[in-house]
C-alpha cells in the first residue's frame, strides 16, 4: 500500500458486484449517465462510473481526457497523435469541456445518491508512452519528462477527484488508473517515431515508484485497469492497487499465484468476462463460468466470491452499439447475481 492509504482500503469497501471498465459508445452523455447509473446505481448491484464518449473526437479519447486534467502540461493534437505544447490551446479547451459535459450528466443522474462511484483516469506509464515530446518522440524516452507528467497528473487528479466529490457528495470514490500499455512499457515494446526501433524497458522500480506516486492522490481504493495480455499484477499490488480489472480470456495459469495472494489479501478482483464487441451474449451463469473455475484452481473459499469478484465487460464498449452496450452492462449485473446465488 501506499504511505498516504491504509492498509487494507479496499477489503472493507463496498466496491458493488458489478460495474463497467470506462467507454461508452456515442456522443450522448445525458443518455451514457442515463444508462450508467440506472444499470448499476441499486444497492448491492454494482457501481456507477463516469463514462467516456470517445466517439466525439480528440479530447474525448482516453489520453485527451486525461490530458486535458494536467496541471501546467498541456498539449495539442497532430496527425501522429497528442504533443505537448507551451500552452492551453483549442484541444485542451475541447477535453475540458466535454469533461465538464460528462460530469454535469453524471450530476443530473445522481441526485441523492450514496454509494460506490468510480472514475477513471489514464495511468502515468499509458500517458507517457503516448503523449509526444516536442520533437515527436514518446516523453516515455526522457525520465525527467516522466518525472514532470507524473507530477502534473497527480495534481490534476486531486483536482478532478475533488470536484466529483462536490458534484457527488454521497458517492464513495473508487480511482481507475487506466494502463494498456503498461506491460510494453516494462518490456521495452513501445515503438520510437520512427518506427524502426523501440524505446528502452523502464526500469520496474521506477514504474512502481510512479504508480505509487498517483495513487497516493487517493485516500479510497484504487483499482489498475489492462485489458493487455500478460499484465504485472504482483508490480501493481505493490505500487498499491487494492483492486485488479482485466480481460478474464487473457489469463494463463501463470497468473494464478499472484492473483490468489491479491485475494486472500483483500484485494478486489474486476473480472472482464462479458465480451465488450457486438455478439450474442451467453448465459449469465455461463459468463462467469471461467471464475468459478479460477476460484477452484485457487483452493479459495467459495463463499468469498461474490465479495472478492466484480463483474465487468472485458474491455471498453466504445466500438458497441448503444443497444449491445445496454445489453452488456444489464448482463454483467446478471452474471454477477449468478455468482452470488451460486458461487460453486
Same mark, same amino acid.
Given at each position: 500500500m501506499t504511505d498516504n492509504k491504509p492498509a487494507g482500503t479496499g477489503g472493507a469497501w463496498d466496491w458493488g458486484r458489478?460495474?463497467?471498465?470506462?467507454?461508452?459508445?456515442?456522443?450522448?452523455?445525458?443518455?451514457?449517465?442515463?444508462? *450508467?447509473?440506472?444499470?448499476?446505481?441499486?444497492?448491492g448491484a454494482g457501481m456507477p462510473h463516469l463514462a467516456e464518449l470517445p466517439a466525439r473526437g480528440p479530447g474525448a479519447d482516453m489520453i485527451g481526457r486525461t490530458t486535458g486534467m494536467l496541471v501546467e502540461l498541456y498539449a495539442r493534437v497532430e496527425?501522429?497523435?497528442?504533443?505537448?505544447?507551451?500552452?492551453?490551446?483549442r484541444d485542451t479547451r475541447r477535453a475540458v469541456a466535454w469533461l465538464g459535459e460528462d460530469l454535469d450528466a453524471l450530476e443530473e443522474f445522481t441526485q441523492g445518491y450514496e454509494g460506490p462511484l468510480k472514475v477513471q483516469v489514464v495511468g502515468p506509464w499509458t500517458l507517457a508512452a503516448a503523449l509526444e515530446l516536442r520533437n515527436g518522440e514518446a516523453m516515455l524516452s526522457d525520465p525527467g519528462a516522466c518525472r514532470d507528467l507524473t507530477g502534473s497528473l497527480a495534481e490534476g487528479l486531486r483536482a478532478?477527484?475533488? &470536484? *466529483?466529490?462536490?458534484?457527488?457528495?454521497?458517492?464513495?470514490?473508487?480511482? &481507475?488508473?487506466?494502463?494498456?500499455?503498461?506491460?510494453?512499457?516494462?518490456?521495452g515494446r513501445i515503438r520510437t517515431a520512427s518506427q524502426y526501433r523501440t524505446h528502452r524497458a523502464v526500469d520496474r522500480q521506477v514504474v512502481e515508484s510512479a504508480l505509487r506516486d498517483v495513487m497516493a492522490v487517493h485516500d479510497g481504493p484504487v483499482v489498475v485497469h489492462s485489458c493487455a495480455p500478460d499484465v504485472p499484477f504482483a508490480l501493481l499490488r505493490r505500487a498499491g492497487a487494492d483492486g485488479l480489472s482485466f480481460d478474464f480470456s487473457l489469463l494463463t495459469e501463470r497468473d494464478?499465484?499472484?492473483?490468489?495472494?491479491?485475494?486472500?489479501?483483500?484485494?478486489?478482483?474486476?473480472?472482464?468476462?462479458?465480451?465488450?464487441?457486438?455478439g450474442p451474449l451467453s448465459d449469465p451463469a455461463g459468463s462467469v463460468?471461467?471464475?468459478?473455475?479460477?476460484?477452484?484452481?485457487?483452493?479459495?473459499?467459495?463463499?468469498?466470491?461474490?465479495?472478492a469478484v466484480a463483474v465487468t465487460p472485458s474491455c471498453g464498449l466504445a466500438g458497441a452499439s448503444p443497444a449491445y452496450a445496454r445489453a452488456a452492462l444489464a448482463h454483467c449485473v446478471r452474471a454477477a447475481r449468478s455468482l452470488a446465488d451460486n458461487p460453486e
Open positions: 458489478a460495474t463497467g471498465v470506462g467507454s461508452m459508445p456515442g456522443g450522448d452523455a445525458r443518455e451514457a449517465a442515463k444508462t *450508467v447509473t440506472g444499470t448499476f446505481a441499486e444497492p496527425p501522429s497523435g497528442w504533443r505537448v505544447g507551451d500552452r492551453p490551446g478532478h477527484l475533488a &470536484q *466529483v466529490r462536490r458534484r457527488v457528495p454521497g458517492a464513495r470514490l473508487v480511482l &481507475q488508473l487506466d494502463e494498456p500499455s503498461l506491460t510494453a512499457v516494462l518490456r494464478d499465484e499472484v492473483l490468489g495472494e491479491a485475494v486472500e489479501a483483500g484485494a478486489k478482483l474486476f473480472a472482464g468476462v462479458v465480451p465488450g464487441t457486438e463460468m471461467g471464475v468459478r473455475t479460477l476460484w477452484r484452481r485457487l483452493g479459495l473459499n467459495p463463499g468469498s466470491l461474490a465479495d
